[in-house]
């Protein structure tokens, strides 16, 4: 079993800046996929970003150039530097880790972008 925990999120003005992070514990395998994905009200959760254990990494269209994903083997933990920031980035963002064995989701943490 993994666990994610997740930290960060909270309200920000449209332009501004947040920064997401997630540690797993458990017992996993060491080559996997960490990411985020997110949903807004009324609609589907959908992939922001994702990377592999090598750092190879997958993003949407919508974040391109804002949003910047990045990962610490050591610690087990990926991070979401989220930036330029607008109000359709509103959702719940969820952490998300999947090996060879299973997919495992974070409890999810609310991003709010509004003036």
């Known amino acids: 079993q993994v666990q994610l925990v997740e930290s960060g999120g909270g309200k920000v003005q449209p332009g501004g800046s947040l920064r997401l992070s997630c540690r797993a514990s458990?017992?996993?395998?060491?080559?996997?996929?960490m990411g985020w994905y997110r949903q807004a009200p009324g609609k589907q959760r959908e992939l922001v970003a994702n990377?592999?254990?090598?750092?190879?990494?997958n993003y949407a269209d919508s974040v391109k150039g804002r949003f910047t994903i990045s990962r610490d083997n050591a610690k087990n933990t990926v991070s979401l530097r989220m930036t330029s920031l607008k109000p359709e980035d509103t959702a719940v963002y969820y952490c998300?880790?999947?090996?060879?064995?299973?997919?495992?989701w974070g409890q999810g943490t609310q991003v709010t972008v509004s003036s």
């Open positions: 998300t880790f999947a090996d060879g064995r299973g997919d495992y």
């Open positions: 458990g017992s996993f395998w060491s080559i996997n996929v």
């Open positions: 990377i592999s254990y090598r750092g190879s990494t």
